[in-house]
């Protein structure tokens, strides 16, 4: 079995689990190279417009390190947010047999990139653009993507959209394995009577006893759509209905401007809410919406996480997980991001659904999201590290 260097921004609620997963599952050596404290030190997050730190543990039982980073302005949202000046002697400290590369758009992640192609390091990529409401990318970024990609030897793709944009890169299939997107399946349990006695609470608390409630969860920032799902709410919504906000953003003040002017609608905001108190969130809802355009949302694993706890999910056809996860009619309502009243006329559809339709939506759902878990996501990489000449 190979040793894998596994380089990453910093640590991740969602790939921590799975580095916990693989540790205690799988006889694969690794070791993540974290460029950025951000989650396990309080810091701000622009879009939340919220200081915080993760309330779970994202270091434990996996092997990691944190490479210092000189950068004057840390984060992801620039080129030179991970600049780690130290990485490749790190790298070439443990002598790693594969390299696996969360990303490439960071200095350090060219660095590493590079590093590992010189010395005849096999490169792993995980990412998960796609080309959703796209034709192809512009000419020279396209050219300039074949170069890159064609220095990895293989890719660990989460799903069908983003196998699609590998192709159309020029990767050939034999180097795409599938190691789907997943998150804590343990932490998102519909049986946890903890989380639902929160969901009863918040129900009654937020005086939605007997209404269909839409949640919305994450950040309110305008690729999301939230003022677009809101406005479509208002436009459709009986005195039976109501739609949940939980986060924080950009986008606030406009949500709560708009929901103020129609106070006939049963509208709600709740508070960023941390991963420990996110199930309960999910569990008062009966629709999930994540209504999301352009090429922002290049998964959504909030869907996952609603569809662990068997809630059905409302998304735009430009959501990255939309054709692996959500289908119409079997485990909930996907509308056309550009066709001009397809949102409140989905949502209107989905309010309207009956119990027992609701409730085979919600079965199938968590049916379908069993297979998006941390072993499938091992199996992929694991097959992809079998892939690879031998060391």
């Given amino acids: 079995m190979r040793r894998l260097a596994i380089v990453l921004s910093h640590p991740v609620q969602y790939y921590s689990p799975w580095f916990r997963w693989l540790r205690a599952h799988t006889p694969l050596e690794f070791r993540v190279f974290y460029l950025w404290e951000f989650g396990v030190t309080a810091q701000r997050d622009p879009q939340f417009g919220a200081t915080f730190q993760w309330d779970v543990d994202l270091l434990a039982g996996y092997e990691s390190e944190f490479v210092p980073n000189v950068a004057r302005d840390p984060g992801t949202h620039h080129f030179r947010g991970l600049d780690n000046p130290a990485l490749t002697a790190r790298l070439a400290a443990w002598r790693p047999d594969a390299v696996l590369l969360f990303g490439y758009n960071w200095l350090s992640h060219q660095r590493a990139l590079w590093w590992a192609w010189r010395r005849g390091v096999p490169l792993l990529f995980r990412g998960d653009s796609h080309l959703l409401g796209r034709a192809q990318l512009p000419l020279l970024r396209r050219l300039l993507l074949k170069f890159v990609y064609a220095r990895f030897a293989a890719f660990a793709c989460v799903g069908a959209a983003n196998r699609d944009y590998f192709r159309a890169l020029g990767v050939p299939d034999r180097k795409l394995f599938l190691a ?143 054709r692996d996860l959500v289908r119409p009619g079997e485990t909930g309502w996907v509308f056309s991001a550009e066709s001009r009243g397809a949102l409140a006329a989905t949502l209107s559809a989905a309010l309207r659904t009956p119990p027992a339709e609701l409730a085979r939506l919600g079965r199938n759902a968590l049916a379908t999201i069993s297979g998006y878990t941390y072993e499938q996501a091992s199996t992929g990489l694991l097959a992809a590290l079998a892939s690879l000449p031998p060391a």
């Fill in 180 to 322: 789907p997107h997943a998150v804590n399946a343990a932490h998102f349990d519909p049986a946890d009577a903890p989380a639902r006695a929160v969901a009863a609470e918040l129900r009654a608390g937020l005086g939605l006893t007997g209404k269909r409630v839409v949640l919305f969860a994450g950040k309110f920032t305008p690729a999301k759509q939230p003022g677009e799902l809101l406005a479509a709410f208002i436009s459709v919504a009986t005195p039976a209905d109501a739609l949940v906000f939980v986060g924080d953003g950009a986008e606030k003040a406009r949500l709560t401007a708009l929901a103020a002017a129609h106070p006939a609608a049963c509208v709600r905001f709740l508070p960023f809410a941390n991963q420990t108190e996110m199930p309960g969130r999910y569990l008062l809802a009966d629709i999930f919406a994540l209504p999301s355009r352009g090429s922002y949302e290049t998964w959504g694993l909030a869907v996952n996480e609603a569809m662990h706890l068997g809630v059905p999910c409302l998304v735009s056809d430009l959501v990255g997980c939309q």
